[in-house]
């Protein structure tokens, strides 16, 4: 069992920065490092879309190109944090923003699909 708990959401306007952070927990999350993390976001309206991803040991990131040179996505794996700093937001932006893990280590994934836990989601919105 994997629980994933999203916090730091808000309302925030264009230009300002928040940061997003996901916290793990569970038997199975005990090795931190051999998971594959990603925030995905969906706004009103639209499909589940991903954000940003990174590999279990941090070798490698993905990240979608709205977002690429805005947000950044880390992990601590002693704390079994995920964290997305989100710069520069911009009203489109706005959508409830989801931290998933995917349980097998491999090349980062980009499909819904491909993680089997989710967190319950923190909203975000951006006031122009």
């Known amino acids: 069992q994997v629980q994933l708990v999203e916090s730091g959401g808000g309302l925030v306007q264009a230009g300002d920065s928040l940061r997003l952070s996901c916290a793990a927990s569970g038997r199975i999350m005990s090795i931190m490092s051999s998971y594959n993390m990603a925030w995905f976001r969906q706004a009103p309206g639209k499909e589940l879309e991903i954000v940003a991803a990174?590999?279990?040991?941090?070798?490698?990131?993905y990240y979608a190109d709205s977002v690429k040179g805005r947000f950044t996505i880390s992990k601590d794996n002693a704390k079994k944090m995920v964290y997305l700093q989100m710069n520069s937001l911009r009203p489109g932006d706005t959508a409830d923003y989801y931290c998933a893990a995917d349980r097998l280590l491999r090349n980062i994934q980009t499909m819904r699909a491909d993680y089997d836990d989710w967190g319950q989601g923190t909203q975000v919105t951006v006031s122009s």
């Open positions: 990174i590999r279990g040991d941090a070798g490698s990131r």
